[in-house]
């Protein structure tokens, strides 16, 4: 029995569980402790996600928790979306709070009141920040970790510009991020411009990132808002032009979330546990010393471990001497160790190491000497693999159809022909279970409606998390 | 006239905006915008914090920020503690909660029903978590940047221990933590245990780390609690021992928060502007090139940055046109940047480069050639002049006094004898405005307490944040 293949759902808790990424025993339903290897896991991704904006020129900023009614409510769209959605805090020690404040579901209406102090002049623009921090959703819907969560660790990038085409710039550009961030995963998705009944409250449109998980679903990991003037014209956020004037900026927003690690543990993983991309790896090679009464293995594996560690690697010996090595290769394959490196006495006395490679089947020698270029080696084959294996399962998993009943419960993503009539897109949900993800973004395929057979174009349609 | 010194208060909060740390004009009062720069110095500042406990054996977890009164009740002096100061949560969308939940004050009631799920027998022990999160106070008092907010950037790490010996080795560990710590932030502070009427709710002790500042008040900076078994007694977290028994663990907490950054901007900084530990700068060697009609000084900036980059400096070239070397000077100056490097037409003819160290006067010739050593020597010495200035600060400002009369308004901190009743601690407060610290930690003075001159130890007093 293939365990992930049959039982995604179950086969996703385990591992949560048994790699110790979070701890779902908390009293507040849908909050989950975060443990150590989980976070470092997170924090890894978090700074891949830095290292990628920082150097297009956003700054980091954090904004407060608490948003007040008040400022929600500039935007009458934008508080009818969250109003029935988010925690509220009434209370302030024994006393009622003068305005009830709501526990921030995204930071538009906390970053723009502050937005409209601090850009002055053309010369401010674009205006780039982003922050990462906790979001909250009083979420009614079956909660399950990194996937549907109450407390949600959150990127959101916001954009000002002169004008929308410059917006309509920015959102290429996080395209480009997008696309670099999840290279650097080994996660692929596909990019579906939503229904309008499905953008973000206040947005002119949304586009999202959906990647294919195993099991069925699609998983939103990315989205991407163009405002336009929606929100800058509400809080009163104006530049003066070259020649005087006073105008709206555009504005933008890119959000992403701890479904990142929900996508990497459903897609790379696999029977044995967690599968993680090197650069993500808390331990990136483990070494293994395998106990010899005539060799001195511990000394070889710590010089080994010191040569990698110099070259900026994280490693780590297990010299456990309570579990046998097959047990410890059992441990790391589970925790996603992508490098494993045995060392025993004919490796010592053949003066080579073996490895073997989580998710490659056969295991490699290595020269003693110099060892770092041949572990950098192995480490980019990881990476490789990752990415082949899960490009691999991407395409097998769309499938474009003509005609309803070739969906399968079982479950893909459905590339199909819409009219874009929210009839039509009804009527499919409700014949297959599948909703719409909206038009598949860059496709210029025309063809009939799979529901009325008007003119339509490419769209995406699958059952979501 | 001297702005610091005759009005610290003021030139404070005048640094804070200047320096653009961080922004007090968000709608809900005592929730700060952490803007770039002072987030920025922050997170260096945590990424020390985060060096110096992970070397300890010290895991980063992250535990939810709502806790349910249930939670917090468990507990009683605990909940009295906090309850007339938190901000409640009590409802969810527009239904009201079933538990209302408090935003995190600290994170006792969060960790421990957790801790005990996760402690079973000795071999899990010592345990030590750590994490860094925001805390909520519904704070009444005046609210200042970084000394007293309502969200707060906070670092608690929590420990179980199988007795109580094992929990004071713990917190002599802290005291060591807390010591390297603020070497390397050039801090100074007393340890002082606080008297019982002000020990954390719950503990059996606590010390705290108290810094002298300008304007004569002591900020606490560090705080170290040993609770004995008075938590794992309540919420039942017990092991196992070798001989098969269940014994209740003890347990101890430590600390700190964005005071720190507080302390660094008071105690450092003078009327030119912040003063910044190199290992904490954002920006820690800024270069000038002085515009020269005949001499390629921007191509000599750019190869010095390149070498100091690749070195591992954080290192600016500000070849802004619109401002003179002057104006760009005490702007650099005012961000507390440790090192400029001024490139002009002498320097690129004569191969050497001239650097002004902030805080120390006059300025040093360096050699062009293999300059990262020098300019690592110099990061050095203005790290040395900052302890230097810093420990004179201290000491300067603690005095050793045997009548109250000798209490000056404008602001000391106080070592007294003192016979450790509250009527002597309330008389002493009431006569000078200085409230009791507590004894100091590893005094062994004694004599005649200062009100009722009965026997009595050493003691702190002093007006505090």
């Known amino acids: 029995m293939e365990f992930k293949k049959d039982n995604f759902s179950e086969w996703y808790n385990e591992i949560v569980e048994t790699s110790q990424l979070s701890d779902k025993r908390y009293p507040v339903k849908g909050m989950n402790v975060w443990m150590p290897y989980g976070l470092k896991i997170m924090q890894l991704i978090d700074r891949i996600i830095r290292d990628e904006v920082d150097r297009r020129g956003f700054s980091e900023v954090q904004l407060p928790l608490l948003i007040t009614r008040n400022q929600l ?47 002055r002049s053309h010369a401010d623009l674009p205006f780039k920040l982003y922050q990462i921090v906790n979001t909250y959703r ?30 309509e710039r920015q959102i290429s550009e996080y395209l480009e991020i997008m696309k670099s961030i999840a290279g650097r995963l080994g996660l692929n998705y596909l990019l579906d411009k939503r229904p309008d009944w499905d953008k973000f409250p206040g947005a002119v449109y949304t586009v999202a990132a959906d990647a294919l998980m195993p099991g069925g679903r699609t998983l939103q990991i990315g989205t991407f808002h163009n405002y336009g003037e929606n929100f800058s014209k509400n809080y009163d956020i104006t530049y003066e032009t070259e020649s005087g004037t006073r105008n709206y900026v555009s504005q ?16 790379h993983g696999d029977d044995k546990g967690l599968i993680l991309p090197p650069e993500i790896a808390p331990v990136q090679v483990v070494i293994i010393p395998i106990p ?60 080579f190491i073996t490895a073997a490679r989580r998710g490659i ?24 693999k990752i990415m082949e294996k899960s490009v691999q399962f991407h395409n097998d998993h769309l499938s ?66």
Chains 1, 2 share one sequence.
């Open 73 to 119: 409510a500039v935007e009458f769209e934008h508080l009818k979306g969250f109003e029935g959605q988010v925690y509220w805090v009434t209370r302030g020690g024994l006393e009622p709070l003068e305005v009830e404040a709501a526990l921030r579901p995204t930071s538009e209406s906390a970053m723009y009141p502050m937005f409209s102090l601090w850009i």
């Open 138 to 167: 009083y979420e009614t819907k079956h909660t399950r970790s990194f996937l549907r969560v109450r407390e949600i660790h959150f990127f959101e990038a916001h954009t000002a510009h002169v004008d929308y085409e410059d917006a």
């Open 252 to 267: 933008t927003t890119y959000g992403m979330s701890e479904r990142l690690l929900g996508a990497i543990i459903g897609i």
């Open 292 to 351: 010899s009464a005539k060799t001195d293995v511990n000394g070889t594996a710590a010089k080994i471990a010191k040569t990698l560690q110099d070259s900026g690697l994280r490693v780590k010996i297990d010299d456990r001497d309570a579990y046998t090595p097959g047990f410890k290769y059992n441990h790391w394959e589970m925790m996603g160790v992508p490098l494993r490196l045995e060392i025993g006495e004919k490796e010592v006395d053949g003066n």
């Open 361 to 384: 089947s056969g295991r490699v020698k290595m020269h003693a000497q110099d060892i770092f270029p041949e572990v950098r080696e192995q480490l980019d084959e990881v990476q490789k």
């Open 400 to 465: 474009s159809i003509s005609e309803t009943y070739e969906v399968n419960k079982d479950g893909n993503a459905y590339s199909v022909f819409w009219c874009g009539s929210k009839e039509c897109s009804d009527r499919f949900e409700e014949m297959t279970e599948a909703s719409c993800l909206g038009l598949r973004v860059g496709s210029k395929k025309k063809g009939k409606c799979i529901i009325c057979g008007k003119d339509g174009h490419e769209a995406v349609f699958s059952r979501t998390y």
